[in-house]
C-alpha cells in the first residue's frame, strides 16, 4: 500500500443549535440583546444555556490511499456532507485534521454556478472556473465536454431553454473533465434519465480505473458496490464501519431497518392492530429485503370475536401511492377466528422484482365487504437498497419513473432471424 | 502539494490561493456585466443613464440654490463628484449583497471567498469606465483641455475602489450574519450621497468643522477627482485624511471578512 493521499484524524466538526428554528440567521437585534441581557442571566461559560451542541462529526479517522475508490455511505444526516464539505475546504473542522497530499475537487452538486441567462458555451467556461480548472484546461476539453452532454446544437442558446436533462447532461460533463488527484463526489449520479445515469456511471467507472482517488457518496447501493470495494459507514457522525463495501452495504440495512420501528397508535371498532413486521423465515425482524424474495409480513391483532374480520395489506411506494394488495379473506378465502383474543397472522407474499427505493406497507384490519375497522398508515416499511434482477450495475430505480417491478424474463429471451 | 485542514487554519495559504483563483475573479465580474444587461432593451446604455440623470438633476440644483458657478466648469464640476459617487456607491451595494446573493457556490464550492466581493467591486469599475464616456462628452462639449493632473486620476480610481472593497467586504461579511444589513446599507449610501460633497465642495464647509467633515473619505476623493479635472485648489489635509481613511477601511474589511470567513458555509 502506497502512502495515504488522504488522511484524517480525529475529525470533528460541531454545530451550536439556537432554539430559533425561523431564522437560520441572527439578526442584529438579538446580538444587541444578548450583549445587554448577558450580566444579568446566569450561564457557566461565555454561552448563553439556549445554545445547544450538536456533533455533526466526532473523531473520525480513516486513511486513503492513492488510487482507492472509496464509497460514505449512511442515512440522511449520518454526517456524510458535513465530512465532505471538510474535506472540500467549505467548511471548517471544529477538531482533529485533515492531511491532503494532492490536488483535490470536489462535486457536490451537479452545475454550481450555472447561470440560467448565460449559453450553454458561455457556462461552460464559468463552471469549469468555479470548480478550479484553468482556461487552458477547459479550452482543452471543450470538445470532449460538448460531446459527452450531447448539446452541440444548444451550445450557444441559455441554458433556461435548455430541457432539464440537456442542463444536468452538461453539468456533469464539466464535472466528469475535472483532473484532480483526488476527487470528492457526492450523489450527482442521483441526477438524469436513466440512459444518462449509465452514461455518468461508466465515466465514474473509466475515473475510477484510471488511477485516479476516488471519495463517493451515494444512496445508490448498486452504485457503492459496482464502483467501490471498500466503504466507510457513517452513523450519527461516527464511522462505524470501514470495510469491504459488500459488508457495508449489509450493515447499512441493518441501520435503516432499525430506524424504523415505531408504535401504532388508536384502536378500530372490532379489532386492534398491535404491530405490523416484515419477518424473516424464523420469524425474527428482517434485516435487509432482497428483492425478487418472498415477503413476510408478521401482524398481531386483537379481535373481539365477532365474524367475518379480514385483514389487508397495501404495498405504498415513496410518493404515497397503492402498488399492490394482500387480502386475507378476499384472495386467501381467510377470515379471523370468531374467538376474541390476540392473534399472530403471518401473510408471504411475492411481491415481484422490486425497484429501488423506500416502501411501506398500509395495513388494516376490515369487516368484510364492508369497512375498514383499523386503518393504519405505513404500518412497516421495506427499504430495497440496490435492484437489478441480471445483476448489473445498473440501478433500476423507483424514482426514475419506469416502474416499481421489473419484469424479468422467466425464460431467456428468444431471438431468431425475422424473415 | 501538500494541505493541512485544522481547525482555525486556513490562513497559511489564503493570499497564495487568492493568486491562483484569478480566473475565476474574471469569470465572475464577466458573469456580473453579462447577465446584468441581458433581455435588456437598451443594454449598457443604462449604465450612462444613471449618472447622467443624476448630473442633470444636481446641475439644476445648485443652479436653483444658487450655488451655480459659471457655465462649463458647473456642469464638470458636478460631473466630477458624480462619477465616483457613483462607482463607490455601486460598488459598496453589490458587494454587501454580493455574498448572500453567491449562496450556492459558497455551500458548496471552496475559493478564497473574497473573489466574492472583490468580483463585484470589479464589475462596478468596469461599469464607472463606461461612464467616463460622458466626461469625454462634456470636456469636449465645454472645451476643456486637461492638463498633467489628469494624470491623477487613476491613483484616485484606485483608491475608490480600495476603499469600497474596504467597506464591501466589511458590510459583506456583516450581511452573511446580520441580515439587517441589507436595509442598512442602502439606506446609508442615500445619506451618504448628502453628506459627501457632491452637490456642495468641500471648501463651503466651515474651516473650523473642515476637518471632521473630511473624515468621510469620500471628500477627498471627491475633491482629487475636481482637481485632477477642473484645477483649483487643494486641501492636501483632506486628501491626506481620505487616504488614511481608505487605509483604514481596507485593514478593518479584511480583517473582519477573514476572521468570519470560515463560518460563512455554515452561516449562510
Not at chain 1, 459488508?247 to 441493518?254: G, I, L, M, N, R
Not at chain 2, 468621510?216 to 475633491?223: R, S, V
Request: overall charge positive; glycine content about 8%.
Amino acid at each position: 500500500m502506497s502512502e495515504a493521499i488522504l488522511s484524517v484524524e480525529k475529525l470533528g466538526k460541531r454545530y451550536q443549535l439556537t432554539h430559533r428554528h425561523d431564522a437560520p440567521y441572527t439578526t442584529l437585534r438579538d446580538t444587541i440583546a444578548a450583549v445587554f441581557s448577558a450580566p444579568f442571566k446566569r450561564t457557566n461559560g461565555r454561552r448563553p444555556a439556549t445554545v445547544d451542541d450538536f456533533w455533526a462529526l466526532r473523531d473520525v479517522s480513516f486513511d486513503i490511499a492513492r488510487g482507492e475508490v472509496v464509497g460514505i455511505i449512511g442515512r440522511n444526516g449520518a454526517g456524510k456532507s458535513t465530512l465532505l464539505k471538510i474535506l472540500s475546504r467549505i467548511t471548517e473542522p471544529t477538531a482533529g485534521r485533515v492531511t491532503l497530499r494532492g490536488r483535490v475537487a470536489s462535486l457536490l452538486e451537479v452545475g454550481t454556478g450555472f447561470h440560467p441567462e448565460l449559453t450553454g458555451r458561455e457556462n461552460i467556461f464559468l463552471n469549469g472556473a468555479i470548480l478550479g480548472m484553468t482556461r487552458q484546461e477547459i479550452r482543452r476539453n471543450f470538445d470532449s465536454i460538448v460531446g459527452f452532454a450531447e448539446v452541440e446544437r444548444f451550445l450557444d442558446t441559455p441554458v433556461k431553454r435548455y430541457s432539464s436533462g440537456m442542463y444536468v447532461r452538461l453539468a456533469f460533463a464539466v464535472a466528469a473533465h475535472l483532473e484532480p488527484d483526488v476527487l470528492i463526489v457526492d450523489e450527482v449520479l442521483a441526477v438524469g434519465d436513466a440512459e444518462f445515469q449509465k452514461k455518468s456511471l461508466g465515466k465514474m467507472h473509466d475515473v475510477s480505473r484510471g488511477g485516479r482517488t476516488v471519495l463517493f457518496v451515494s444512496h445508490n447501493m448498486a452504485a457503492i458496490n459496482a464502483l467501490t470495494r471498500r466503504a466507510l459507514l457513517l452513523d450519527q457522525g461516527a464511522i462505524v464501519f470501514d470495510g469491504a463495501t459488500a459488508e457495508a452495504v449489509a450493515q447499512y440495512s441493518h441501520l435503516a431497518v432499525r430506524a424504523d420501528a415505531g408504535a401504532i397508535a388508536g384502536r378500530g371498532t372490532h379489532t386492534t392492530i398491535v404491530s405490523v413486521a416484515v419477518v424473516d423465515a424464523a420469524g425474527a425482524p428482517l434485516a435487509r429485503y432482497q428483492p425478487g424474495d418472498p415477503l413476510r409480513l408478521a401482524i398481531v391483532v386483537d379481535t373481539d370475536g365477532s365474524p367475518r374480520l379480514s385483514i389487508e395489506a397495501f404495498l405504498v411506494d415513496a410518493m404515497q401511492q397503492k402498488l399492490a394488495m394482500a387480502s386475507l379473506h378476499q384472495f386467501e378465502g381467510i377470515s379471523l377466528p370468531a374467538q376474541a383474543g390476540r392473534y399472530r397472522v403471518v401473510m408471504e407474499v411475492q411481491p415481484g422484482w422490486l425497484a429501488t427505493g423506500n416502501y411501506s406497507f398500509d395495513v388494516t384490519t376490515s369487516v368484510v365487504n364492508s369497512n375498514w375497522d383499523h386503518y393504519v398508515d405505513g404500518a412497516a416499511t421495506l427499504e430495497v437498497v440496490a435492484s437489478n434482477p441480471g445483476r448489473g450495475a445498473w440501478d433500476f430505480r423507483h424514482d426514475l419513473g419506469y416502474g416499481a417491478f421489473a419484469l424479468p424474463c422467466v425464460s431467456p429471451p428468444q431471438i431468431t432471424a425475422a424473415p | 502539494m501538500h494541505l493541512v485542514i485544522e481547525p482555525g487554519r486556513s490562513a497559511a495559504r489564503y493570499w497564495r490561493d487568492l493568486w491562483r483563483y484569478r480566473e475565476l475573479l474574471s469569470f465572475l465580474a464577466w458573469r456580473d456585466i453579462a447577465v446584468r444587461y441581458k433581455q435588456t432593451a437598451i443594454g449598457i446604455i443604462w449604465a450612462i443613464i444613471r449618472p447622467a440623470l443624476t448630473l442633470v438633476v444636481f446641475v439644476l440644483f445648485r443652479r436653483l440654490a444658487g450655488l451655480r458657478q459659471d457655465g462649463g466648469s458647473d456642469v464638470l464640476l458636478v460631473l466630477a463628484a458624480v462619477l465616483p459617487w457613483q462607482f463607490f456607491a455601486s460598488a459598496v451595494a453589490e458587494a454587501s449583497t454580493s455574498l448572500i446573493g453567491n449562496t450556492s457556490l459558497i455551500a458548496k464550492v471552496y475559493f478564497p471567498r473574497l473573489i466574492i466581493p472583490l468580483s463585484s467591486v470589479v464589475t462596478a469599475l468596469v461599469d464607472f469606465v463606461i461612464t467616463l464616456v460622458i466626461l469625454a462628452v462634456v470636456m469636449i462639449w465645454y472645451r476643456v483641455v486637461p492638463d498633467a493632473r489628469i494624470l491623477a486620476l487613476p491613483l484616485l480610481i484606485a483608491q475608490s475602489a480600495l476603499l469600497a472593497l474596504g467597506l464591501g467586504l466589511l458590510l459583506g461579511a456583516l450581511t452573511v450574519k446580520y441580515r439587517d444589513f441589507r436595509y442598512v446599507v442602502p439606506f446609508a449610501i442615500q445619506l451618504g450621497l448628502f453628506v459627501s460633497p457632491v452637490a456642495f465642495e468641500t471648501a463651503q464647509v466651515p474651516e473650523r468643522w473642515r476637518m471632521l467633515y473630511a473624515l468621510n473619505p469620500l471628500a477627498g476623493i471627491i475633491d482629487g477627482f475636481r482637481w485632477a479635472l477642473t484645477g483649483g485648489a487643494i486641501d492636501t489635509r483632506v486628501m491626506l485624511s481620505s487616504v488614511l481613511m481608505t487605509a483604514a477601511a481596507v485593514a478593518a474589511g479584511v480583517w473582519y471578512f477573514r476572521r468570519t470567513e470560515r463560518g460563512f458555509a455554515d452561516a449562510i
